[in-house]
């Protein structure tokens, strides 16, 4: 299924349905509160909201990928700063591998 969110500049957004142990939702609050990730998410889907200070290690550390945010940094060649709107990001591998969900405002 596709939804359309043109009043918060995401066109198309597949919605999948994964087992929870395989998803992690992030919201990152900025200052005014948006509530805009009502409408990105399903109602049962657990949501952790982190302030604008959380980088990307920070999530992979939550997300149990890495123990430290030093070893996060250390092994992850990836982006490291959140950018502004939707992002989908498979990270890990096997039985580590998990599908991160991301709404910056």
Do not use: Y
Request: aromatic letters at 10%; one cysteine or more.
């Amino acid at each position: 299924m596709s939804n359309s969110f043109p009043h918060i500049g995401i066109d198309s957004v597949q919605i999948c349905e994964l087992p929870p142990e395989a998803c992690a939702c992030f919201v990152v609050r900025e200052l005014e509160q948006s509530q805009d990730h009502d409408e990105l998410f399903k109602a049962d889907d657990q949501i952790t909201f982190v302030d604008e200070t959380t980088d990307f290690l920070s999530i992979l550390v939550l997300i149990g990928l890495f123990p430290s945010k030093g070893q996060a940094r250390k092994n992850w060649n990836g982006p490291t700063e959140i950018p502004k709107g939707w992002t989908e990001t498979v990270v890990g591998k096997g039985a580590k591998k998990k599908f991160v969900f991301l709404w910056r405002s």
